[in-house]
């Protein structure tokens, strides 16, 4: 007969990561950016629970990256229809914050916390009723789940033992003891196994980032690619860009191991002149990543900046006011186009699973003038009309948004992200004008004339003096 232990092991994922493999469950103790990605390309078994060090930043990335190993037990694994709940065992002063955050990540903000921020309550209303719509429902009563209903939060102080899963049939219990701020022992059955997710040198991205140097010199309007995917991609990097206004740098989105993306790319973040932060999913946004010194510009809806707030204060452990310093905000209003940095901006919120947002940027270089369209996270044609007759969404905000794209761009950059909550890149592939493709790799066809799936570092022009 097997022993009751058989087949578990400890794997080391990377720096302040591992991997404990049991068929009782598996358990990821340290959460660092994109660990879905590494354990994905290394063909490892996927985790139901997860364990927190003391201290959730570690140099530029936040170690608190839970929300893709969540998406994967909910989506993929189908945890919740198997009557599991998502584990998560952190300190205790953590828990609440965490629980926060993954709110805001998961859902967004609720109504009321929206016009508190600035939100006027018409265009509150639309976002949370398309957040609501595409929320993950309980099969019987139709309505979303709540973050206490999918995850369990388990506090866990040094010098305490924690079951994660007790002993059942042939299987052994495992358990979790906390030794001290980064230091656990977990134990299967006899088998222990002492793990230490102190942080000492850099994190590294399981795929190679080699982007070519980023030119900010003036006489041009060119978007670079950080990344064109998602956090389920492991070969590509998540979601950004670099966009040179006639030699002013925008960056929109930050996503995980930025700076190393910057360093590669020769560019100072000094030297960044305006952020743009479009939502707050993980593979847009690593919060430690976005913080620099000096704070960076920071342009985002209230809403957005809000639940930017709320991860941030998270995982720096602090208060909401004290992360408002971390950033010096600008203000988006939907409602109105905006001079920044020489061009003229229209921001609109595009139709996700949390409020995030688009827009159209224009800029005359040497004479011509550009137009730029950037999607954002933004849903297929099919399933946003599918949305409207359900009353997901307005048919005023469906009409608005389907009606932007109207020839007349430079480039229109989509999400061609595909599934439930992004988008279907042959909406777009009868458009007049040049076409780009982000928010996967997947795409297999040949496409046609002026349509192409970015990739991660390409330049693309769009005027040059």
């Not at 302040?16 to 290394?42: D, H, T, W, Y």
């Not at 019987?140 to 209903?149: D, I, Q, S």
């Not at 360093?263 to 000094?270: E, H, I, N, Q």
Request: aromatic letters at 8%; proline letters at 7%.
């Amino acid at each position: 007969m097997p022993s009751a232990t058989e087949n578990a092991r400890l794997e080391k994922l990377t720096e302040g990561s591992f991997l404990f493999c049991s068929p009782q469950g598996n358990v990821l103790l340290g959460c660092p950016p994109e660990i879905l990605k590494r354990i994905l390309a290394a063909s490892l078994p996927m985790p139901d629970t997860v364990v927190l060090p003391g201290n959730l930043h570690h140099f530029h990335s936040s170690q608190a990256s839970l929300e893709f190993p969540l998406y994967h037990f909910l989506f993929v694994q189908r945890g919740l229809d198997r009557k599991r709940k998502f584990q998560v065992l952190a300190l205790p002063k953590q828990c609440d914050g965490l629980a926060e955050m993954l709110r805001v990540t998961v859902f967004g903000p609720r109504v009321e916390e929206m016009v508190k921020a600035g939100v006027p309550e018409d265009q509150a209303q639309d976002v949370f009723r398309e957040g609501d719509y595409m929320a993950l429902k309980k099969p019987a009563e139709k309505v979303a789940y709540t973050v206490p209903e999918m995850i369990n939060f388990f506090p866990i102080e040094a010098g305490q033992r924690k079951v994660v899963y007790p002993a059942r049939q042939l299987l052994a219990e495992l358990a979790l003891e906390r030794k001290g701020p980064a230091t656990f022992r977990i134990t299967y059955g006899e088998e222990a196994h002492d793990v230490d997710l102190t942080v000492t040198d850099e994190q590294e991205p399981n795929y190679k980032i080699s982007p070519a140097p980023f030119d900010a010199k003036p006489g041009r309007f060119t978007l670079q690619v950080i990344g064109r995917s998602n956090g389920f991609d492991p070969r590509d990097p998540a979601n950004g860009y670099l966009i040179n206004l006639n030699g002013k740098v925008l960056l929109w989105d930050c996503p995980a191991y930025l700076h190393q993306h910057l360093k590669r790319m020769r560019v100072d973040p000094k030297r960044i002149d305006a952020f743009v932060l479009s939502h707050v999913h993980e593979d847009h946004l690593d919060v430690s990543e976005s913080l620099r010194d000096p704070p960076h510009e920071l342009y985002a809806t209230p809403e957005v900046y809000l639940s930017l707030l709320i991860k941030a204060a998270t995982v720096y452990s602090c208060s909401i006011e004290k992360a408002k310093r971390f950033y010096t905000w600008h203000a988006i209003d939907v409602t109105k186009p905006m001079d920044l940095l020489g061009a003229k901006i229209q921001f609109f919120r595009s139709v996700h699973a949390i409020p995030a947002i688009g827009c159209r940027i224009a800029l005359t270089v040497g004479g011509k003038r550009g137009l730029l369209h950037i999607s954002g996270d933004h849903l297929s044609n099919d399933a946003q009309l599918k949305m409207r007759e359900a009353g997901g969404v307005s048919k005023e905000r469906d009409e608005y948004v389907r009606g932007l794209i109207d020839g007349s761009e430079t480039l229109v950059l989509v999400d061609a992200g595909g599934g439930a909550i992004h988008g279907d890149y042959r909406d777009h592939l009868a458009l007049p004008g040049r076409v780009a493709f982000m928010h996967t790799g997947l795409i297999q066809e040949p496409l046609p004339a002026g349509k192409e799936l970015v990739t991660s570092g390409q330049v693309l022009n769009l005027l040059e003096s």
